[in-house]
C-alpha cells in the first residue's frame, strides 16, 4: 500500500519559517517528480514547487526566493522549506506522486 504522510505543520507568525516533510512509503520514488501543492479556505488546489528525479526544481511565482523544495532518495522523503512565511501562505498543503497524495497539513501564518 503506498502511503504519502506529510508533517511539520502548524502555526507560525508572518516572517517566520516551517519545514513541512513527506514521507513516501510502499512505493520507491527514485524515478519520479514529487511536488508540493496547496489549498487556501476557498480557493482552488495549487502548485507550489516540484523537483524531478535529477533534481531538477521549480516554483510557483508565489514562493519563489522564500520556498526550497528538496528530496532525500534514500530515506523516500521530500521536504519543502518555506523561509518568509506571508497570511497568503495559509492553506493545507499536499505532497503528490504520480496519482498518490498525502492527507495534507495545515500551515497557518498569523500576522
Known amino acids: 500500500e503506498v502511503q504519502l504522510v506529510e508533517s511539520g505543520g502548524g502555526l507560525v507568525q508572518a516572517g517566520g519559517s516551517l519545514r513541512l516533510s513527506c514521507a513516501v512509503s510502499?512505493?520507491?520514488?527514485?524515478?519520479?517528480?514529487i511536488g508540493w501543492f496547496r489549498q487556501a479556505p476557498g480557493k482552488e488546489l495549487e502548485g507550489v514547487s516540484c523537483?524531478?528525479?535529477?533534481?531538477?526544481?521549480t516554483y510557483a511565482d508565489s514562493g519563489k526566493g522564500r520556498f526550497t523544495i528538496s528530496r532525500d532518495n534514500a530515506k523516500n522523503t521530500m521536504y519543502l522549506q518555506m523561509d518568509s512565511l506571508q497570511n497568503a501562505d495559509t492553506a493545507v498543503y499536499y505532497c503528490?506522486?504520480?496519482?498518490?497524495w498525502g492527507q495534507g497539513a495545515q500551515v497557518t501564518v498569523s500576522s
Open positions: 523537483i524531478s528525479s535529477s533534481d531538477g526544481s
Open positions: 503528490s506522486i504520480r496519482s498518490y
Open positions: 510502499g512505493f520507491t520514488f527514485d524515478d519520479y517528480t
